[in-house]
């Protein structure tokens, strides 16, 4: 079973305040199956768990920070809103698209250098 970032943090969450996940499920107004499922990364964290997560479990600033980034890398899908983009950032993005599955850690990480580095500019 894979876990996410975010679902290791929510069951140390737990485990620090006595809970199973019934408990949680109950706090966060869900079933249990639902929310094992976005532990295991087969759904995404629905909007507004943040403040919730960190509102019922009183989760320090840095806390809140780091659960921020994992609910980001536990993301399963993401939209692309295209009503501004020009024709080649729409041909980028498809293609970005058809090639997504089939691509390998060294492309990943060109792209990401070469995103990273235009944010710089």
Known sequence: MAYTSFGEFVRILRI??????????????TSLSF??????????????????????????????SVLKEYIEESKTQFKITATEAGSNQRKAALQFTRSFGNMDDETAMEILNLLSNKEKK
């Open 35 to 64: 929310l094992s499922a976005v532990e295991n990364g087969k759904k995404n964290v629905p909007a507004g768990w943040l403040e919730k997560i960190s509102s019922l479990y009183k989760l320090s600033k840095e806390e809140i």
């Open 16 to 29: 620090q305040h006595h809970e199973v996940m019934g408990d949680m499920a109950k706090k966060l107004e």
